[in-house]
């Protein structure tokens, strides 16, 4: 068996308002706090509760993709219907993608028409990250994904089956401070926990939610259940 990578959590003060924002804007369906992706996609959203204010930039975001500069407009103005606003991380007045918060404060890209990096990409055309190259090559191991970007200590993994590319954007990083609002689910035999383990994760015992913590390279964390 392969690991396999089969959610992505969000932490959220209102796991409702967050699934009912985030089914309305990419249009997948809901079976309770969960996402289920109607695309190749390849992976769930799942919101859990916490009590944890946000404090920080999020180490990972989605950029989602335009066909027109219409779809982009039409997509920025859903996501501002359901919840959403604009947020300021300091672009520049040139740039062309749309910085966006869902309800929680999680931020998000709408990327302009004609971006050749997320060409091949559906809507939800990359999870980027802020991380390190050692971290990118981990988790091309770890998920057996080809690179398919690895310049300037930049990096980009994607599913041999399709989906969003996963990116790390190299130095320099955003400290830090607690836990990751945003974190993979895993699916893993034991062999394969012990292989990720060899590769520079870093195992932590059962977490709060029955499953098995760890963290990768860069100490993001992670949660690894069994088969599913």
């Given at each position: 068996m392969t690991v396999t990578l089969h959610t992505l959590c969000f932490a959220a003060h209102d796991p409702r308002g967050l699934t009912r924002f985030w089914a309305g804007l990419l249009g997948w369906e809901s079976e309770g706090d969960t996402l289920i992706p109607d695309d190749d996609t390849g992976f769930r959203l799942r919101f859990l509760p916490t009590e944890e204010p946000k404090t920080r930039q999020n180490q990972m975001h989605f950029d989602l993709t335009s066909e027109s500069l219409e779809d982009q407009r039409q997509t920025v103005a859903k996501a501002l219907e359901l919840g959403g606003r604009h947020l300021d991380i300091g672009?520049?007045?040139?740039e062309e993608h749309v910085v966006l918060a869902d309800p929680e404060g999680n931020e998000f890209c709408v990327i302009e028409p004609g971006n050749g990096f997320l060409a091949e990409c559906g809507f939800v055309g990359a999870v980027a990250s802020d991380g390190s190259q050692e971290v990118g090559y981990f988790w091309s191991k770890a998920l057996d994904w080809p690179l398919v970007w690895d310049h300037d200590?930049?990096?980009?993994?994607?599913?041999?089956?399709?989906?969003?590319?996963?990116?790390?954007?190299?130095?320099?990083?955003?400290?830090?401070?607690g836990r990751n609002r945003l974190r993979f689910d895993l699916s893993a035999s034991?062999?394969?926990i012990e292989r990720l383990v060899s590769l520079g994760a870093t195992s932590h015992g059962i977490g709060e939610d029955g499953h098995l913590a760890m963290s990768d390279p860069d100490g993001n964390e992670f949660s690894v259940v069994g088969p599913r």
């Open positions: 672009q520049l007045p040139e200590q930049e990096t980009a993994i994607r599913s041999p089956h399709g989906g969003p590319k996963i990116t790390w954007g190299g130095p320099p990083f955003t400290p830090k401070t034991p062999t394969e």
